[in-house]
């Protein structure tokens, strides 16, 4: 069986379910001792944040399938709702929706950099269902003849090899050429570090903010008779005294006493300051705006209006295409993608600006001649009006000329009917 890119068996000799562990612990350790891969860094609230933002716009936004087609008027888009793919990306498998299933694929690309799903076929026919394969449990090895070989563990605990033919794949950037690299992985010291000062919060404040206790003795106590009893001493206390119990009353053997406690200041360690760094690093190697990931610290309306609009430039679209060019190759035939067929994610519902802007923009591209009516109303998600009244009509203003051309002569004025005399 294949774990985390690891091959584990039962047979003699084989490595062994803690020997596994071991070594997956041992690659993903970090100096702040805490162990970060692409499934436990979603305790960081940071990972959580920029997973979530991503995932949740990808699923938002419908993917449809288009021809591309030329005409005097320059290039155009035909929708193909009835082609197979466009049907498959609507209902890819038996269990998931098309929303569920664009989250999980665009939750595990940005944790994994990887995200693979089994192309299932009839007999003959077009693909007719994806069944993703957990990137944790798939690995890619190319051979020398330059394919590759997927093998991946299934639900059952079995290992199964798949060619290239029978995967769809979709990766982000790869230092080996092949398989995505894990952003997780990258910067997992970051991750571990806001890990670490969140349990280490939680210590404190599950145990009340009550600070470090300190006992001595006495002057002329003779002390615990043996180690045994101080360990004792000290286990008994943190058993009565820790989380719901810290309020308790408590009496102190004879010649112990409590020293001052030893309080944590949260300025000094720089605890606050260091949680609020880390959340900017982790959003900053991820691209995702500050905003996004809680920090409204340096925030306007300004500024997050323009934020978001970066956000979906910089990383959703990206990301969309990413997918959109893997699609193309892995569920178009050659005849498809020689008849101008294509694979679009529309974007529209993620960057849209507020009902006034929007229909300021619409009135500025009717005017100019751009839109027309139906054209307007299908951007505001509006049932077209019939040609007759003038739907599909274009208008432009009688000033303007085009270019080259001599501007048309003016229409001549009927002139006044001539005033005789005692009319």
């Known amino acids: 069986m294949n774990l985390f890119g690891f091959e584990i068996s039962r047979k003699s000799g084989a490595m062994t379910l803690d020997e596994l562990i071991n070594r997956i612990e041992a690659c993903f350790a970090t100096a702040s001792n805490v162990v970060v891969t692409p499934e436990t860094c979603m305790e960081s609230p940071t990972v959580h944040a920029i997973v979530t933002a ?37 209902s890819p498998n038996d269990w998931q929706s098309r929303v569920n299933y664009w989250q999980d694929a665009a939750s595990w690309f940005v944790r994994y950099g990887n995200f693979y799903a089994w192309k299932g076929r009839g007999l003959t026919g077009p693909i007719r269902k994806l069944l993703p394969l957990h990137p944790g449990g798939t690995d890619v090895t190319q051979n020398d003849d330059w394919s590759l070989v997927y093998r991946s563990t299934l639900a ?21 050429g092949y398989k995505g690299d894990s952003f997780i992985t990258d910067v997992r010291e970051a991750i571990a570090l806001e890990i670490a000062a969140e349990r280490m919060g939680g210590s404190l404040f599950g145990n009340g903010a009550v600070p470090l206790m300190v006992f001595k003795q006495m002057v002329g106590s003779a002390g615990f008779k043996t180690l045994e009893d101080q360990k004792k001493f000290i286990e008994d206390f943190q058993e009565k005294f820790s989380q719901k119990k ?58 997050v209006e323009q934020q978001d609009s970066d956000f979906t430039i910089n990383v959703i679209l990206p990301i969309a295409q990413t997918f959109e060019s893997s699609m193309e190759r892995d569920f178009l035939t050659v005849e498809d993608r020689n008849s101008g067929i294509i694979i679009r994610f529309n974007l529209d519902a993620i960057q849209r600006a507020d009902f006034k802007s929007r229909q300021e923009g619409n009135r500025i591209m009717r005017e100019g001649g751009a839109l027309s009516p139906n054209e307007w109303r299908e951007r505001e998600s509006m049932n077209p009006i019939s040609e007759e009244d003038g739907g599909d009509d274009y208008i432009r203003p009688m000033n303007f000329a085009v270019s080259g051309e001599d501007p048309p002569a003016p229409k001549p004025q009927p002139s006044a009917a001539p005033v005789t005399e005692g009319a």
């Open 54 to 90: 991503i995932s949740r716009r990808i699923s938002v936004s419908p993917v449809s399938v288009y021809r591309k087609t030329t005409s005097k008027s320059g290039d155009a888009k035909e929708k193909l709702p009835n082609h197979p793919v466009a049907k498959l990306l609507n």
């Open 246 to 303: 810290r309020f308790t009353a408590m009496m102190l053997p004879k010649g112990i006493e409590a020293d001052k406690p030893v309080a944590v200041e949260n300025d000094k360690a720089q605890f606050l300051e260091t949680r609020k760094f880390q959340r900017t690093v982790i959003a900053g190697a991820a691209g995702v705006p500050p905003h996004l990931v809680g920090d409204l610290e340096r925030a306007t309306f300004n500024n």
């Open 156 to 176: 059952g605990g079995k290992s199964r090899d798949f060619t290239a033919d029978e995967i769809h794949h979709v990766r982000g950037a790869a230092r080996n």
